[in-house]
């Protein structure tokens, strides 16, 4: 079992930044990958960013050059590290843990229960 919890989440108006943070614990592999996703009301659950156990990472189109994913594995700690915020980034944020490589929500088979993030306009 592999438990997630996530912080940083908050108010920030357009143009900010905040740092999402997520603590893992438990039955880690080493092969792993971790994702944060994000869902407002009435849209799907979508992947923002990814990253495995070898640093190789994954973005979404639109925050590309805006958002930096990253992990401390002597923590078991993965960040993100989202900058120029925009209002319809608003979206509760979601860590979550896949046994190995995954791009697609179903493979990540745990998950975090999820922090707020509001943008103001």
């Known amino acids: 079992q592999v438990q997630l919890v996530e912080s940083g989440g908050g108010l920030v108006q357009a143009g900010g930044s905040l740092r999402l943070s997520c603590a893992a614990s438990g039955s880690i592999f080493s092969i792993n990958a971790m994702g944060w996703f994000r869902q407002a009301p009435g849209k799907e659950r979508e992947l923002v960013a990814a990253i495995n156990s070898g640093g190789s990472t994954y973005y979404a189109e639109s925050v590309k050059g805006r958002f930096t994913i990253s992990r401390d594995n002597a923590k078991n700690t993965l960040y993100l590290q989202m900058n120029s915020l925009k209002p319809e980034e608003t979206a509760m944020y979601y860590c979550?843990?896949?046994?190995?490589?995954?791009?697609?929500?179903?493979?990540?088979?745990?998950w975090g229960q999820g922090t707020q993030v509001t943008v103001s306009r």
């Open positions: 979550a843990y896949a046994a190995g490589w995954a791009l697609v929500r179903d493979e990540y088979a745990y």
